[in-house]
């Protein structure tokens, strides 16, 4: 799946161009270690407000997510500690810290929902509900404000489903064939160009 900027190959990398001042490293993947240190709802969000928005301090984090600036400040230290987030030098000259996403997208292997540590299966758990919620939460956004946009983006934009019969080979070779075409678009920026947020959701379903 390709973190909130994620990918399972992926469930977070963000196909999206980068924020300002973005980190020059694309991907991050997630092993057990670092997976158990960003399992935490505010956490995922912090990180995808750096990676989207550019550097910013804990204080201007709290303003955006609604949170206090002691719960932001002590996230973003969790953060740094397992790799997710740095300083912003070229920002830090007043008395507040600033902080930029060290990576611009995340990968998750699947594997981590079967490990061994219940632990690491929980933490799994835990990030993956958050992607899907924070997907939910763009979508309704979207459908919410669509009337503030042209005629033209809400013909662009596209709200479907599809129901397939396919083998787990096939949907795997699907999946590589969606994520290597919207990567193809990845770097494109012409000049009308507005950020797009592309959702991939592909799994089983029984019969009711």
Not at 60 to 70: I, K, T, V
Request: glycine residues 6%.
């Amino acid at each position: 799946m390709p973190e909130p900027e994620t990918s399972p190959e992926s469930a977070e990398s963000d196909p999206q161009s980068p924020a300002p001042d973005a980190p020059k490293r694309v991907e991050r993947a997630l092993d057990p270690r670092s997976l158990r240190g960003l399992a935490h709802p505010l956490r995922i969000r912090l990180l995808q407000a750096l990676r989207r928005h550019g550097p910013a301090t804990a204080s201007q984090l709290a303003d955006r997510l609604g949170e206090s600036s002691g719960a932001t400040s002590y996230h973003l230290r969790q953060l740094a500690a397992h790799g997710f987030v740095e300083d912003a030098p070229e920002r830090g000259k007043g008395r507040e810290r600033w902080w930029q996403a060290a990576q611009q997208g995340t990968t998750f292997d699947e594997s981590a929902l079967r490990d061994a540590d219940p632990e690491t299966r929980g933490a799994a758990d835990v990030y993956l509900h958050e992607i899907a919620t924070i997907h939910s939460q763009e979508l309704s956004t979207w459908i919410g404000t669509r009337a503030d946009w042209s005629d033209e983006w809400v013909a662009a934009s596209d709200l479907s489903d599809f129901t397939l019969h396919v083998t787990p080979e096939q949907l795997r070779e699907l999946d590589q064939k969606l994520h290597a075409l919207i990567r193809s678009y990845a770097f494109a920026e012409p000049g009308d160009a507005e950020r797009v947020r592309v959702h991939l959701h592909a799994f089983p379903q029984r019969n009711a």
